[in-house]
């Protein structure tokens, strides 16, 4: 069998482009999304060679927008193996700054974009694939100057766990990456490139050795 779409959302110059060059290098056609279809574009173009890879503009932020961007990743790319949700709004706010819209949006992206793509592309998975997702170390040692962001990453830690449990022995395998460092910091365990093929070789891994959550520190 062919290897699947990969649906990559949240699309920078740094770990986003590096699984794109991973998941297409190892044979999979490969869906960027992110809000700038002009930089996707431009990542797309960086990263042809291997297998199809396309740029589809959408807002995690924005539910509807978010569906519509993946359906049509899945009309033109096929149907996906894997989903990798990284995307993060990282923005500097206290757990008391009274900014109600910003923690609204901050959490859309950083919780509810996660389970609007999972619920996107579940169906289409055929019963069998990977849905990972990029955590982080403040789910764990929460930031007072980044206080969304270390609530949203406990509650996307929390979703992945949950989610786990509810999809165990239908083939499909759901898991939290966390990332307990700087990516792209300059240590070279924290390296997009290398990150990048923890969520690749988590993709190819054995049923039997399937955990919800994976620590890199």
């Known amino acids: 069998m062919s290897n699947g779409t990969a649906i990559i959302v949240g699309v920078g110059p740094g770990l986003g482009t590096a699984l794109g060059r991973a998941f297409a290098e190892a044979g999979h056609p490969v869906a960027l999304l992110a809000r700038s279809q002009e930089r996707l574009d431009r990542y797309a173009s960086e990263l042809s060679g291997h297998r199809p890879v396309r740029g589809f503009a959408a807002d995690a932020a924005d539910p509807d927008s978010l569906r519509a961007g993946i359906a049509a990743s899945i009309k033109e790319l096929g149907a996906p193996d894997v989903l990798v949700y990284n995307a993060a709004l990282l923005r500097p706010d206290t757990p008391t700054d009274g900014?109600?819209?910003?923690?609204?949006?901050?959490?859309?992206?950083?919780?509810?974009?996660?389970?609007?793509?999972?619920?996107?592309?579940?169906?289409?998975?055929?019963?069998?694939?990977?849905?990972?997702?990029?955590?982080?170390?403040?789910?764990?040692?929460?930031?007072?100057?980044?206080?969304?962001?270390?609530?949203?990453?406990?509650?996307?830690?929390?979703?992945?766990?949950?989610?786990?449990?509810?999809?165990?022995?239908?083939?499909?395998?759901?898991?939290?990456?966390?990332?307990?460092?700087?990516?792209?910091?300059?240590?070279?365990?924290?390296?997009?490139?290398?990150?990048?093929?923890?969520?690749?070789?988590?993709?190819?891994?054995?049923?039997?050795?399937?955990?919800?959550?994976?620590?890199?520190?």
Do not use: C
């Open 99 to 217: 900014d109600d819209p910003g923690w609204v949006n901050s959490l859309a992206v950083n919780v509810l974009g996660a389970k609007v793509a999972t619920e996107t592309v579940l169906p289409a998975l055929r019963g069998h694939g990977s849905l990972l997702f990029t955590g982080g170390g403040f789910a764990h040692s929460p930031s007072p100057e980044y206080a969304s962001l270390s609530v949203g990453k406990a509650a996307l830690r929390a979703y992945v766990h949950a989610l786990a449990g509810e999809l165990s022995g239908t083939g499909v395998r759901a898991t939290v990456v966390t990332i307990h460092g700087a990516i792209g910091g300059g240590e070279e365990r924290f390296e997009p490139s290398v990150l990048a093929q923890t969520y690749l070789h988590l993709h190819r891994q054995d049923p039997k050795d399937w955990r919800p959550e994976l620590m890199r520190d």
